[in-house]
């Protein structure tokens, strides 16, 4: 097992450069099983997640090539099952994406229930309704499922609830379904929007993106051929933000779109923090003897606040000065990591769905465990905020999202290391 061991009380000051969406990497590697032709993917993140992705799509049969750089090279011509349930695939959610491309290129699939975090059931009802729509059958056995379909034909679909992996799943499948398909009550996460790009620049016809209406005129064939590069980490950069203001920081964040960005910039602002933005840069700093002010959270879909910056944003509020509160919408089961916080010092309050923050907090180093990607990021946020030293376990779960994360905060004047048991 490897951990973190990060002496507090640090300063972070810097500048730092963000890596390629996992989520995006995730969904566009998974839907070049779709193509008939190789493609070119660049600024893939160096980090588990998406190595698993790799590994199973060339256990589909595809050849993979792997470049300095965060370049991959992905040939899907030779893909020779539609059976992905090797051990692999149990253990990320993205897998799922899966089902759409196998069915849209192979007329079958089989994969297992969808694996990843544990934070709360990951239903894929809206996933089915949709493969339904266009014509295809399913089983589920053993915790297997099975997708059939003879043909997809293009139909009108309209989830119950807004759903990312729904929206990416149907759209990748409907990309080379007969006719027209159009997905209301879409999701609009950014990485939706570059999926979609990416697929059109491979030879789709995908309208719509980011908004809730989503129209995919389906196509006989997606050539590729092209070269596409995947969007900066929305998330990897909210937690660079936060990690400035929590430890009175200042840190330059470069290689993103500050419009994705806007839901915690407005959060960060109304708590005091300072905010400079670029075309391509944000610049987040604590003006000196100026104390963070608590405020309230909601997370939402998108355009909403993001769930995967719940767990960085309730370290934050126990910096802060006042009663702040976090209302979880989103997961069931997102505050496991609170125990842990509250053996730091932290004052919380768990009721449902809402943790009630009371800060100032003094925040002293324990040994706390990872419990999940994000809640790992947490943990190594309040490490660097605490006095004393704060051991991180199980740290591969912050490694399945963040590339080369200990290395970026000793670049920024964090004193980290990572120690293996």
Not at 79 to 106: E, F, H, P, V, W
Not at 232 to 237: L, R
Not at 269 to 278: C, L, P, S
Not at 399 to 414: I, P, Q, S, V
């Amino acid at each position: 097992m490897a951990s973190y061991m990060i002496k507090g009380g640090k300063r972070l000051k810097g500048e730092v450069e963000i890596s390629g969406s996992k989520n995006a990497a995730l969904g566009i590697i998974a839907a070049s099983m779709l193509l008939d032709g190789p493609c070119t993917i660049e600024n893939v993140p160096g980090i588990a997640d998406v190595c698993i992705m790799i590994d199973i799509c060339e256990y589909l049969g595809a050849e993979v090539t792997r470049e300095e750089g965060g370049t991959v090279k992905i040939d899907p011509a030779k893909l020779r099952t539609c059976d992905a349930t090797n051990d692999k695939a149990r253990s990320i959610r993205a897998s799922y994406y899966l089902m759409g491309a196998l069915l849209g290129r192979l007329g079958k699939a089989i994969l297992y229930m969808p694996g990843g975090c544990d934070f709360g059931t990951r239903p894929i009802d809206q996933h089915l309704k949709g493969f339904n729509a266009l014509g295809a059958k399913h089983s589920i056995e053993f915790g297997k499922i099975t997708l059939t379909a003879d043909r997809l034909t293009g139909d009108h679909v309209y989830f119950d609830k807004v759903s990312v992996g729904s929206t990416v799943n149907l759209m990748i499948a409907a990309a080379k379904a007969e006719g027209v398909t159009v997905i209301e009550n879409a999701a609009r996460e950014p990485h939706i929007v570059d999926i979609a790009n990416f697929l059109n620049t491979m030879g789709a016809n995908i309208k719509g993106a980011g908004t809730d209406v989503i129209r995919i005129t389906g196509v006989r064939t997606l050539p590729g051929n092209s070269t596409y590069a995947v969007i900066p980490d929305q998330i990897e950069a909210g937690t660079f933000m936060i990690a400035a203001a929590a430890t009175t920081g200042d840190i330059r964040i470069t290689n993103i779109i500050p419009k994705h960005m806007e839901p915690l910039t407005a959060k960060l602002e109304e708590m005091g923090a300072v905010i400079e933005t670029g075309d391509e840069w944000i610049r987040v700093y604590m003006q000196r003897r100026k104390r963070l002010q608590a405020t309230n959270f909601m997370t939402m879909p998108y355009p909403g606040f993001p769930t995967d910056l719940q767990p960085q944003s309730t370290v934050l509020l126990t910096q802060a000065e006042g009663t702040g509160r976090m209302n979880e919408n989103v997961w069931d089961n997102r505050y496991q990591y609170i125990d842990d916080l509250k053996m730091m010092g932290a004052e919380v309050l768990i009721t449902g769905r809402v943790a009630t923050v009371e800060g100032p907090c003094k925040l002293t180093g324990a040994r706390v465990t990872a419990r999940d990607l994000r809640a790992g990021a947490a943990m190594v946020i309040a490490g660097l905020a605490a006095a004393g030293t704060t051991e991180v376990a199980d740290v591969r779960a912050i490694e399945r999202g963040y590339e080369n994360f200990e290395c970026k905060l000793r670049a920024l004047g964090a004193d980290i290391s990572r120690t293996e048991d």
